[in-house]
């Protein structure tokens, strides 16, 4: 149990062009969903905490109108990384909050890798 | 500001030998201590600890997690190949949702 997906698992694409990202739950709802972004060598960072139903709230340093966040549904959220630029390609990997027992543990996604060209 | 440090950066092992990780922390509102591994993907759970003294276990590998000092150490025993990988140790601090801070990761190479 407690499986979170995401897709795609690898993209390319242009400079100037926007990227959409998905990270489902499969198994469960997920109220909350965190998106992270790691760079090679370096540890994962946390990007921004998606509510279902509500804003987005993003860590400092991290452009909002540049990672579009939407918390759809509770098992679906999505990041779109608009007007990307070749400093944005790195590993996003989100994680789902599994609510069954507390503390309440999340549940990561396989990660997606987007290089921009 | 809140950090995680692991030591040590990186690690080579052979086949068979004990290696511990360890974990210091300095968060505010501390909830969890999670460990994690990481190969080629996204990181798959290994433990959580939320109080001090109480060794958890998993087959090879155990973790316990001092909260006066602020540190926890992951042990694996008698280590295989496939053991090689990224452990990265996480702090939930925050509300019940934990929000989690990572360390920078130990990486492993166990050498046959």
């Known amino acids: ?117 | 500001e809140d950090k995680v440090v692991q030591s040590p950066l990186s690690l080579v092992v052979h086949e068979g030998d004990t290696v511990t990780l360890n974990c210091s922390y300095e968060v505010t509102n501390f909830r969890s201590l999670l460990w994690y591994k990481q190969e080629k993907k996204a990181p798959t759970f290994l433990f959580m600890l939320t109080s001090s003294g109480i060794e958890k276990k998993s087959g090879r590998l155990s973790s316990i997690l001092d909260k006066k000092e602020l540190f926890s150490i992951l042990n694996i025993t008698a280590t295989q190949t496939g053991d090689s990988a990224i452990y990265l140790c996480a702090v939930g601090y925050g509300g019940a949702t934990n929000k989690l801070i990572f360390g920078t990761g130990t990486l492993l190479a166990v050498q046959p």
């Open chain 1, 1 to 117: 149990g407690a499986v979170v997906s995401q897709h795609p698992s690898w993209v390319i694409c242009k400079s100037g062009t926007s990227v959409k990202i998905e990270c489902r739950s499969l198994d469960f709802q997920a109220t909350t969903m965190f998106w992270y972004r790691q760079f090679p060598k370096q540890s994962l960072m946390l990007m921004a905490t998606s509510n279902e139903g509500s804003k987005a709230t993003y860590e400092q340093g991290v452009e909002k109108d540049k990672f579009l966040i939407n918390h759809a549904s509770l098992t679906l959220s999505t990041l779109t990384v608009t007007s990307a630029h070749p400093e944005d390609s790195s590993f996003y990997i989100c994680s789902a909050v599994y609510r069954g027992r507390f503390p309440y543990e999340q549940y990561f996604g396989p990660g997606t890798r987007l290089t921009v060209t």
